[in-house]
């Protein structure tokens, strides 16, 4: 087993596939793809990721992308390992679909290449920007508030006592919220969550902070 993560250290996919390789207990390589300096776009790493996006996942020969798609790869490759998943279809599909509202409706609308776009050929302030960033996050977070404050399947984690996919998703996105300062007042049981991730080896392991390409 050899793996490689091409990723860079704030960024919310490849943070996720961080906290998945740490809970699996599985070893792995970095190599920082330095967003902001354009590196992904270069030459070499597209012939890794045609769509220039961190993160890319090597396995061996096999190159993976998108963070979704990685962590269930981790999970049908690595069985042996604590699982991503819950055993039982509801379960399954409580668990994608708490990870789907930040992997697919908040974090697309907030990524760094949107926001380049908005305060670049858009022409919007960074005041805008901020006021845009903070308002999806919100949109999101009130919705899986109440999806998970009104479920008894939630426990210590999203979805009972063990660590899944929803909290490998939501972690990121709770650490995003604070770059705008956004009230988590609203949201007490993803605040209690999050609290929960600092306490936990893989996910303060996986933190932005600590990553060695941090700046």
């Given amino acids: 087993m050899s793996l490689t993560l091409h990723g860079y250290f704030r960024s919310s996919a ?7 390789l740490n809970l699996k207990g599985l070893s792995y390589e970095q190599a ?24 890319a996942l090597i396995d061996g020969e096999a ?17 042996d390992t604590p699982p991503l998943l819950p055993a039982d279809p ?4 409580r668990v994608r679909a708490l990870a789907a509202v930040v992997a ?4 697309p609308l907030n990524n760094l290449r949107v926001l380049k776009y908005l305060t670049g050929p858009m022409g919007q302030s960074q005041e805008t920007m901020a006021g845009w ?7 999101g977070f009130g919705a899986l508030e109440t999806m998970l404050s009104g479920d008894a399947a939630t426990g210590r984690f999203c979805h009972g006592d063990a660590p899944t996919l929803a909290d490998v998703c939501l972690a990121p996105q709770v ?6 300062a956004l009230d988590l007042t609203p949201y007490p049981t993803i605040q209690r969550l999050w609290e929960g991730y600092q306490d936990h080896p893989a996910f303060a392991a996986a933190h932005p902070a600590k990553q060695p390409d941090a700046e």
């Fill in 14 to 20: 490849a943070y996720r596939v961080r906290i998945a």
């Fill in 32 to 55: 920082s793809v330095h967003l902001r300096k354009g590196e992904q776009r270069k030459p070499a790493f597209l012939a890794l990721n045609p769509q220039g996006m961190v993160p």
């Fill in 63 to 79: 190159v993976l992308t998108q963070s979704p798609a990685i962590l269930e790869y981790l999970d049908e490759v690595y069985p």
């Fill in 90 to 93: 509801l379960g399954r599909a």
């Fill in 104 to 107: 697919c409706d908040i974090h």
């Fill in 133 to 139: 960033y903070n308002h999806w996050i919100a949109e």
């Fill in 175 to 180: 650490f995003n919220s604070f770059r705008h």
